[in-house]
């Protein structure tokens, strides 16, 4: 019965299906069996213990509402992954009712997403929870084929699985399983793992290349269906604030180094101030003991005067004289004094600011020359190490790429060896299968089991009669002539107390027990005055089946050792096509952060051209310019080639060239095989020259010239001694292609390595 579910406020009530289109939606997919189309989160159904919510997009850019037009809270998702293609049947859907029935909405409708409809489906494997998983819908539903879409996006056919989800390489499968989108997965890998995006109508509407799905926290940015990275929003704010306070930790350490500094200058400064001061208190103290002798002097003299008052007035005024004379030589003497200490103080003072310049720049001469040093030898071992590691480098992209050469070759036999094991082994499985039809014909056209008894339980006073004990199993009443329970054996007053293994607790308990059996052979234990025999049920059907079992083992004995074959042979294509992928994965890892452009402007050959020179449609890309002074230009590439191979891979149109171009480090030198007039030429385009060092802020922008004349840029020893084109044998289907192109003024303008 398909329950119904209400909304109130008009505003939010947006879904639109018919009764009949509901009708037809319930017979299209209930009691159906399908699988997740998602790996999906899940939790309890907001408040309700007895089923689950489950949604395949992060649960923090879901949005659902009630039927009121409130935002309902979707909650917190548990840890555990219900991974995609697991097996479930659909079990019902309820659909929103008109805001007219909102009165009689059930109370715990404030808690659910009533303005949605409700996929309900149960899984069907017997070893996992048998609690109903809901998936809500979106609540813009106007016709059948959307309803249908909402649908198909959640719930896949069984085929589903074998037929895409498990032909992934396992490690992308794994990442579905656990919702993790990586580089490399395509969009319906990112769709099966999170579901779509929360703009992915945006991409649908505008049907751009390049585009960042939007998961809330995940942004996965695609370039045409494949993802090409994948950002962490939180994972990126956290990275930030660890920078910056790293670069807070950095500046406090270099202002408390700057402090401690500048203390030990002030401690210095302050030392010699006190050296200065303690020198000047001793000048004042000699000073002050030369004024001290005068002052006695010249209490001599007034000492004297008072002794000498009654000598003549000449000789009391030669006294005064003699005393002015030496206060004023005291005078003199005190300034003298003081002068010349002024003078030592600055004379001290400008010596010592000489001695800590000639200090400083002492210093410093040998700070520069260390640092001079240090850059020369720094800059020598940077050179050798660069031309190590491109040494390095150009020898294990060889090793890796003829590695890979090897393992395509071993896969692609293995994977021909398996489809010839894989055809025998599906002959076999034909056989089986025939065989297992042939039992299982014979149990389907078999009816109801009829034993021929009839039964009654065994009542307390009926099991004192016949001495059981225990009043237990399935009393036998009578028994039919030439029934199956006649052919067995079995008697009137018989006690049936197990029946295939299981204790028989009554009648209904032994018809149980048949019919889990259904036609087969049962093994019953009867207990027939005081004894306990096992007798067996055995129907005509039954032993047909039997008959018919043996002849199925036998078809399966026949044939194990060919299917045991083809699952070893499925396993080492298996195992080869992983390395294949490993070593293409290693190879892919150690291109270039910036494409490698070597001077091309490259066009698709013409169907009319391929089919005049014999190539197949889409094989090769056709030069219609080069740059003269790029790397192919310096290896002898021409217009009008048409490049066949590089490094020994055949190229499949100019975007497969600009791509395996790009990927040659600047370093390298790459091995193409062109097509010219007829003829295979194998030319070697050098390595790219290095840009030409400015003198100083230029930052290379201008050429370095001697002479007046460019200097000739410097090419590897490799590049030189390989520039040369090598002529191979012509092909027969030789033309001249020379007409085949035509001069363009804008063609200068036109980027290096372009495909039209």
Known sequence: MTLVLVSCAPAAHNFKLSNLDKEKGTRQFVGKEFVLGSSVYFTDFFGESDKLFVEARPFDIVELWHHSGEKVAVGVPSDTIIPAGTA?????????????????????????????????????????????????????IATLREFDAEVG????????????????????????????????????????????????SQREASGVLDFTADYGDLQVTLQGKTVVKVESQKALAAAAQEKAQAEAEKARIAAEEQAAKQAAEEAVKKAEADEALKLREAEAAKEKTALAEASAQVRAAEQAKQDKERQTVEENRAAEAKAKVEADVAAQREAELQARLTAAKREKEEAEKDRERKVREAELAAKVAEAEAAAVAAKKKAEADAVQAQANALAERKRTRDALKRAETAAAAARKKADTAEKKAQR???????????????????GPRKVGVKLQDVSPQLAAALGIGEARGAYIVQVKPN?????????????????????????????????????????????????????????????????????????????????????????LADKQAQMVAELRERLEGATPATPRKIGLMIDPVSPQLAAALGLKPGQGAFISKVKEDGDAGRGGVQPSDIVLEVNGVAVA????????????????????????????????????????????????????????????????????????????????????????????????????????
């Open 153 to 200: 996006a959640r719930l896949k056919s069984p085929q589903w699985v074998t037929s895409w989800l498990t032909l992934h390489d396992p490690l992308l499968l794994d990442a579905i399983y656990k919702k993790q989108p990586v580089v490399g997965m395509t969009l319906a890998g990112v769709q099966a793992a999170l579901g779509p995006s929360r703009n992915d």
């Open 483 to 571: 029934s199956e329970a006649d052919r067995a054996g079995i008697l009137a007053n018989d006690i049936i107390v197990k029946a295939g293994g299981e204790a028989v607790a009554g009648p209904s308990a032994l018809l149980r027990a048949l019919d889990n059996n259904g036609v087969r052979a049962v093994e019953v234990e009867v207990v027939r005055q005081g004894k306990t025999l096992k007798l067996t049920l055995v129907s005509e059907e039954g032993k047909e089946i039997a008959i018919r079992e043996k002849a199925l083992t036998r078809v399966q004995e026949k044939h194990q050792g060919v299917l045991a074959a083809a699952d070893t042979a499925r396993a």
């Open 88 to 140: 479930v049947k659909v079990k019902e859907i309820i659909y929103p009712a008109s805001p007219l029935m909102a009165p009689f909405q059930e109370g715990r409708s404030a808690l659910a997403p009533t303005a949605h409809p409700w996929l309900i489906v149960e899984r069907t494997s017997g070893d996992v929870s048998n609690l109903p998983l809901v998936f809500v819908l979106s609540r813009e």
């Open 428 to 446: 076999g499985r034909t056989e089986i299968d025939a065989a297992q039809k042939r039992v299982d014909e014979v149990s389907s056209a078999a």
């Open 653 to 756: 149109g100019p975007d497969k060239l600009t791509e395996m171009v790009g990927s040659a480090m600047s370093f390298e030198s790459i091995e193409l095989m062109v097509l010219r007039k007829g003829a295979r030429i194998k030319i070697i385009v050098p390595a790219a020259l290095a840009k030409a060092e400015s003198d100083g802020s230029d930052s290379g922008s201008r050429t370095q010239e001697t002479g007046g004349k460019k200097a000739a840029p410097a090419v590897p020893e490799q590049a030189e001694s390989a520039a040369a084109p090598v002529r191979t044998t012509p092909d027969p289907r030789s033309l001249d292609l020379s007409s085949a192109i035509e001069d363009s003024a804008e063609a200068p303008r036109r980027g290096p390595i372009k495909s039209k």
